[in-house]
């Protein structure tokens, strides 16, 4: 696992914000998409996800804790875990975070928690077209990606159709083994004893972040 420090030099520092993730494995194109789709979900897409529930409520680690999935019809996009913490808490975070991934990829899905899913992304589709502006929205998106206007009509269905074996197999595709993960957060110095648990640490200053993002590493944690 890659991992980073952009580190603020701020002492007043009470929360640092923190991503994990990697390249989505899937398009809007593979057959997968809808399992992986359902599967995310699961894992962070709402209040309820495992992520949420195992971070802040039962944890009480964070305000919120999401997976995000970028999807593109050609190309894939980035899918992260993204939350906050206070900076004694951030190893925590991390190891339960990563815990959730292996759990999510690696054991059986209950039908209840795929169903419970598949209701919510089911009902939230038609406020993709609430307003013509929102409408307009999808269909330029679809010429964008050089998607035919039959995939937006065929969304609901094709989420409608998996199963948890479906969802399972979709996941499998994001196993920590499968893609390669970067882990990066953003508070001071001091975090990289609790960083290099997860690898060797790359310290990047804000201000050269700013300037060159993720590319120019200042130096390991010896520096």
Known sequence: MRVILVDLHDPGLNLVQWRLGGVNP?????????????????????????????????????????????????????????????PRDLKRAVDL???QIKEVTGGPLTQEEVDRSRAKIVNAFPFKFETLSESL?????LEVEGLP???????????EAQTPEDVYEALEGMSLGAVPMTLVAVGNHDLIPALSAFGQVEVI???????????????????
């Open 26 to 86: 899937y398009t809007l194109r593979d057959d997968e998409w809808a399992p992986f789709r359902l599967g995310t979900h699961i894992l962070g897409g709402d209040f309820t996800s495992r992520l949420n529930t195992m971070l802040r409520i039962r944890e009480g680690l964070t305000n919120d804790a999401r997976f995000l999935v970028d999807y593109g019809a050609w190309s894939s996009g980035p899918m992260r875990v993204s939350s906050g913490v206070r």
């Open 137 to 141: 929205t999808q269909l330029v998106y």
């Open 97 to 99: 975070t990563i815990q």
């Open 205 to 223: 200053r804000a201000e050269m972040f700013l300037e060159n993002g993720l590319y120019q590493p200042m130096g390991g944690a010896g520096r």
């Open 149 to 159: 206007r039959t995939w937006m009509g065929d969304y609901v269905r094709k989420i």
